[in-house]
């Protein structure tokens, strides 16, 4: 195969990244303006969950480490995206730093949330049965399917990152034998 030949192969493989690049990075940077914010704003309404809340210190320690979950994979894909868009390898290891960290972001809070559930429940179980009654059933259900898709994400990112890691390596060996 000659040049001309890998150069057209290439170009052709490429041909959309950049472009697709540029939209998700418009799209992933107003993510994160809305993470951030989320984030920023959130303390305002720390007053109305303590009134509210018999477990408002757990409550307000978990949203913000949910907002901060939701900030880190938007602001480390607005930037992979920005790369990409620059013309830049996506098989870099910046690039699967940035994905491996969302990652990590996203099983802690994950891992958060597991731990908070059961805080959260005594709370709850100390308050007496009728308080304890309003929690207990339904408001399960939605924290274990939410909990299922964080990790599912999770390990999606993660072999995203292990993916993003491969190509790094295979385009170096590439380019020590080119």
Known sequence: MGKNRETELLREASGQI?????????????????????LVFYPRVWGEIMQSSDAAGAEIISGTLGRLALLCPCLCCALLARDVANGESPFAGKQAKRVFFSACAIAVYTVSCFLWQPLISSIQERLGPTRAAQFSEYAMIPDISMLFWMIVVTLAMLLFAMVLNYGKTLQMLVDETG
Do not use: E, N
């Not at 950049?18 to 303006?33: E, H, K, N, Q, S």
């Open 18 to 38: 950049p472009a697709m690049g540029r939209v998700l990075y418009v799209l992933f940077v107003i993510a994160t303006v809305i993470a951030l914010m989320s």
